[in-house]
Antibody, heavy 119, light 110 residues
Framework: EVQLLESGGGLVQPEESLRLSCAAS????????MTWVRQAPGKGLEWVSA????????YYADSVKGRFTISRDNSKNTLYLQMSSLRAEDTAVYYC????????????WGQGTLVTVSS | QSVLTQPPSVSGAPGQRVTISCTGS?????????VQWYQQLPGTAPKLLIY???NRPSGVPDRFSGSKSGTSASLAITGLQVDDEADYYC??????????FGGGTKLTVL
């Protein structure tokens, strides 16, 4: 059974940094692209970033490009999202998801971790 | 403003059939990119419902079906049940090098 467990969320001040982690199990992690999707309170889903199975290819939404960095450690079956220069509009629940392909279906999702950016 | 347009809400009585539309453009759905549908029950993470326009993952009832034509896609739910009350999102890829979601549709079962 695929399991994805996010961690690292919390309350931070504007312009601060935070790193999210997503521990994966139940599948061969290195074979799959992975994605971060966020959902602001009461709002819809927003794609944030994706990374290929090897980690060589990364993709970002314009809203986070230059501020967020996606990475993975295939030896630890863990996905990361390093977030810097955080803004109030980054406040959201952040989900990690396993991809069928990075442009296609996200077939398993974690439970999410809440990031709140506020002074 | 989402790249993919969905109606904010739809409703139906138990046992009825409802459809949810997802309208894109020539740079996403119309360019041939596949459409996915997700169901998000209240307070939970999204769940994949339909992938590659019309395919159901294992465990998804055949009451749920998807279709795509031109620059639009649709999700149909037949035999509506109270437990189907949720938010539904479509998703595709845009040639601007971005994965895109619809704004979501809240389904109310009357």
């Amino acid at each position: 059974e695929v399991q994805l467990l996010e961690s690292g969320g919390g309350l931070v001040q504007p312009e601060e940094s935070l790193r999210l982690s997503c521990a994966a199990s139940g599948f061969i992690f290195s074979r799959y692209a992975m994605t971060w999707v966020r959902q602001a309170p009461g709002k819809g889903l927003e794609w944030v970033s994706a990374i290929g199975g090897s980690g060589a290819n990364t993709y970002y939404a314009d809203s986070v490009k230059g501020r967020f960095t996606i990475s993975r450690d295939n030896s630890k079956n863990t996905l990361y999202l390093q977030m810097s220069s955080l803004r109030a509009e980054d406040t959201a629940v952040y989900y990690c998801a396993k991809d069928r392909s990075w442009v296609g279906a996200k077939d398993s999702w974690g439970q999410g971790t809440l990031v709140t950016v506020s002074s | 403003q989402s790249v993919l347009t969905q109606p904010p809400s739809v409703s139906g009585a138990p046992g009825q059939r409802v459809t949810i539309s997802c309208t894109g453009s020539s740079s996403n759905i119309g360019a041939g990119y596949d459409v996915q549908w997700y169901q998000q029950l209240p307070g939970t993470a999204p769940k994949l419902l339909i992938y590659d326009n019309s395919n159901r993952p294992s465990g998804v009832p055949d009451r749920f079906s998807g279709s795509k034509s031109g620059t639009s896609a649709s999700l149909a739910i037949t035999g509506l049940q109270v437990d189907d009350e949720a938010d539904y999102y479509c998703q595709s890829y845009d040639s601007s090098l971005s994965v895109v979601f619809g704004g979501g549709t809240k389904l109310t079962v009357l």
